[in-house]
């Protein structure tokens, strides 16, 4: 009986608006294809958008995802999604996602988006922000490459 | 890009005491196993006793585990979760438990097994229980093949 | 500058269903009564049945009382609440009117009040139960004036 | 029987961080008596700091304080709290603070504080900042005063 080869893999959380533009839904893509080739697990809020975006591209090259979602039915998370928890806590599920990643990366984003680099940061988990928030303590990637190679660089 | 097959799996929570006897502890690592066999996933609560026990017979099939846990670090959870999502909420945690099952088996257990069971039947969750509490709306099993079985036939 | 003298009150949940039979609504409405005779603070989950019966009556003699609402608007509330917490949480605010009680009176109720007493019961908090569901843990009262002087007997 | 007087008194949410410097501090103060002097309600996250001094302010002009505390005992709270609600909640509570605002005043503050900012900003709260974040949406005030004339005119 081994131990399960999901607990040593990274979590890495892609945080974003569930509304977006072309261009933060292509970088979200392309920073879960990044994830799922390095072998990280793909933590995000499980809806629409970014959230989709960054599923889509994880599961394109076959990663893991999991979606924390504010509503209380797991069957309401994106086509994505490998494993959906509904947590029935509206607004304030936000902070689960914060607490489930070794590593926070935001695109873009509104409130909720800033909400989650702030809890993220109370938590200390480091935060990468790829067009966001400026925000102090976040460090700055200027594409979907240079933000996961800063998330990985965190990760120990 | 094919949508993940974890989505179509069934769900069973397997709840009860951190702290069980022998023979509850063997009735859970048993329900584990069977869960795995017929291609469930497990979800608990992430700790120890009836959770690790159960945790451990689903991983001796090769079955998924999931943990959540109530405190704030996912590294908290029993050797044998897969997938543990912290929760910071400490016992009001037990209310996400329910909500993640699609049918809820309860064995043994004190007042926070108690509270997931009532929070099961909140959310409309199908209980079997086990050598537990005896609660109008929870049907009875007298051994792990048969809680299994039952639950089961709640699926669809 | 002195200290607030509402620190110094006894906070008694009063916990039951939302729909409730006469006899039940009765029952609240005297025991809210006999709170505020008493200087207790009433805590409910401030919505309507058994919660407003027991808001109306505390209100009736002058007393205090506090909705802790599972809904996202603290305007929620029976209209005999003084103070109403929204919390935005759904059932899982169950949780916390347990949490914010010395002492819990179950009257009546369903699933939502046996979540209660269990949540209850795990904080350590003292449950009276009037007509309602009969677990291990609970002490029976037969009359509002016993499930009354029962709760103070358990405050110190 | 007449309905709650409590009820109708609008709720200002002063938030900042649990340690501050004596400007902050002052000010919090000022903004507590200002608030209790217009007939406010204080809501706040009920430890120290920002939240005791506004506390502080606001039970020194006769108002009535609310804490929503992230432990489980309502003890915990700072002695000016007229009524400390435990959430056990962690830093999850923060989203609760942001809740039960009609209007939120931001003094200082760090990532807590943002967290806060944000939430009430996804709640449709309006924020009024001294000497805080610099976030977009945020109305900034130069003095307590203009902090809580500009609270009020939100007010409706």
Chains 1, 2, 3, 4 share one sequence.
């Not at 102090?136 to 120990?156: M, Y």
Request: aromatic content about 6%; some cysteine.
């Amino acid at each position: 009986m081994t131990r399960s080869t999901l607990r040593t893999k990274f979590r890495i959380a892609v945080i974003g608006g569930s509304v977006a533009d072309e261009q933060s839904l292509q970088a979200a893509f392309r920073i879960g294809e990044l994830i799922a080739e390095k072998g990280g697990i793909l933590i995000c809020g499980g809806l629409g958008g970014v959230m989709e975006a960054a599923s889509r591209g994880a599961k394109h090259k076959g990663g893991l995802t999991v979606g924390i979602l504010p509503g209380s039915s797991y069957k309401e998370a994106n086509p994505y999604i490998d494993l959906a928890l509904a947590t029935g806590l509206g607004h304030t599920r936000n902070s689960l996602v914060a607490l489930n990643a070794d590593v926070i990366i935001a695109i873009d984003g509104r409130y909720g988006t800033l909400s989650e680099i702030a809890l993220g940061k109370i938590y200390g988990k480091p935060v990468i922000g790829l067009n966001t928030w400026k925000i102090t303590g976040i460090e700055i990637a200027r594409t979907p490459e240079e933000a996961v190679e800063l998330a990985w660089s965190k990760l120990k």
